[in-house]
């Protein structure tokens, strides 16, 4: 059992923030559970294994095959079980810092804090790991790489993903800040997980091999909810920064239900019926032919009319590879969600 203490002090410095960062590492670890070989049906590594994440998953692995992820910096750096590097995940700046300001903060780590979490990393490695020797070699020169290879990754795995997550990770930090607004600190901890309790001033998390204390962390706590750190916790330890706790989201089991819907006519009215019907076939993100076929809409005229919603806010597109993937935006999924009942 870790036990970190708590002063009142440090329950004043208490706050929640979303991290993108921390959806990269949870993230990725999920997609690289049981080896990056493509998963047989009913296999041990199949998606069945994760089955909350199982349409994410098989919907993103493909892409990140496709674009060598599995041979890159961030299949190195992220064990499928054991240690993450801290430097990949400074503290949170603010309630929902955006990845560009977390790659920065990665960008800046020092020398020595990148060699001595690789130095960590060895004991939760098997086998050799090249490109983390070069790293370790020349933090400086390679981690402007590793920051684009997260970036990559992003664009692939999770910005088009982006709004439906921020919806569940937002609704739960929602609820907690409740909580304590209306049962104090204790009754959040106490319903955060099953391994974290509070008792006598302190925050108790059991099955914890490394060390968790305020000798070794800064004042106050960043809790994070996540959509992929499920089924445990992950904790940051490293003075000066305060200490973070990442943790599984409430509602995550119904993230990837899918939401197909059919729009109204005064939705279809003010958007047109092509582009209303293109609103919902984009439940899952989807390239202009893949639209075309499913809608029978010429690609010319999808590409016309995802422009036009692209304008308006309520598509994005996220580049992977020589295609292009188009996700609804939060806009939209409040406009679908208060329109079609």
């Not at 190195?76 to 903060?105: K, R």
Request: net charge positive.
């Amino acid at each position: 059992m870790a036990e970190l203490a708590f002063s009142t002090s440090d329950l004043a410095q208490m706050r929640f923030a979303v991290s993108p960062m921390w959806e990269v590492v949870t993230s990725f670890r999920l997609l690289s559970t049981g080896g990056w070989d493509r998963p047989r049906p009913g296999s041990a590594d199949s998606p069945a294994k994760h089955p909350v994440h199982r349409r994410w998953i098989e919907q993103v692995r493909p892409r990140m095959m496709a674009a060598g992820l599995d041979r890159g910096w961030l299949a190195e750096l992220i064990p499928p079980s054991g240690y993450l590097p801290d430097f990949l995940n400074p503290a949170p700046a603010g309630p929902a810092p955006t990845l560009a300001v977390e790659l920065a903060g990665i960008l800046a780590a020092p020398d020595e804090q990148v060699r001595k979490d690789l130095d960590h990393l060895k004991n939760h490695r098997d086998g050799s790991a090249p490109q983390l020797k070069t790293l370790y070699a020349d933090p400086e020169a390679c981690l402007p790489r590793v920051a684009e290879e997260i970036k990559t990754y992003w664009e692939l795995a999770l910005a088009p993903y982006w709004a439906r997550i921020r919806v569940v990770l937002d609704a739960d930090v929602f609820h907690r800040a409740r909580q304590v607004a209306e049962y104090g600190a204790a009754r959040l901890f106490s319903d955060l997980h099953d391994s974290v309790s509070w008792d006598d001033n302190a925050l108790r998390l059991v099955r914890r091999q490394r060390t968790l204390s305020r000798k070794t962390a800064g004042a106050g706590l960043v809790l994070i909810p996540s959509a992929f750190a499920g089924p445990g916790v992950f904790t940051r330890v490293r003075k000066p920064q305060p200490p973070q706790l990442a943790y599984p989201a409430r509602g995550v089991g119904s993230l990837w239900d899918t939401r197909t819907v059919t729009p109204s006519g005064a939705i279809a009215a003010v958007l047109g019926r092509s582009r209303a019907l293109l609103l919902t076939e984009l439940d899952a993100p989807a390239s202009t032919s893949e639209l075309a076929h499913r809608t029978g809409i010429s690609a010319a005229g999808v590409s016309q009319h995802l422009t036009a919603l692209r304008d308006a806010g309520l598509a994005s597109a996220h580049r992977t590879g020589r295609s292009v993937l188009y996700a609804r935006t939060a806009t939209a999924e409040s406009l679908l969600a208060g329109a079609c009942p």
